[in-house]
């Protein structure tokens, strides 16, 4: 398995009126970019914020007329494919809605996978994190089994119960197919 550079969104500065608290989906994203491409780096913090402005400023209002479509998957996904298809990285992002863990697994062969939650680990709302693995995720907060008072959210292990409970079949992943 290639390694997946982790880039925390604790410390992310404000991006077009995100605070890092809210930038778990750009953060994840931006992870999983990195694992197809070597020019993204996963911890590039400048790069991250060019990514974030360029789909709040240029793609999502294209797509989602609301305050930050950047906290939308139909924006999120449009804006990893034009970054991927720029860098000569053939394919396109997927947005799928209902999956299953098994569904899951199986995407997870190709590639990491961008999945939605909600409530995860005692946050107030959704939380989106990257599945890197059956039981290995990158969590841009930090870790959930520890009510996230460690923010080291680099390749934590979530049982497959844990991450059921909370999972809300959305997902985002590369296809080149």
Known sequence: MREIKYNSQIDNKTMNGLNGY?????????????YYCDGIHADDDAGLAEFVKQMETVIGPKIE????????????????????????????????SGITMSR???????????IGTNKFGGLPGGHIILAVDHDVFNDPFGD?????????????????EFIKHYFTGNVLYWSNK
Not at 68 to 91: C, E, R, W
Not at 104 to 114: H, N, Q
Not at 144 to 150: I, M, V
């Open 65 to 96: 007329h609301v305050p930050h479509p950047s906290l939308y998957f139909d924006v999120q996904a449009a804006m990893v494919t034009k970054t991927l298809n720029l860098m000569m990285i053939p394919g396109k992002d997927v947005f799928e």
């Open 22 to 34: 809210s930038q778990c989906f750009s953060t994840s994203n931006f992870m999983r970019m990195s």
């Open 144 to 160: 959930a089994n520890t009510g996230y008072s460690s923010k080291n959210g680099k390749a934590v292990i979530y049982k497959p």
């Open 104 to 114: 899951l697994y199986k995407l997870l062969i190709d590639g990491p996978v961008t």
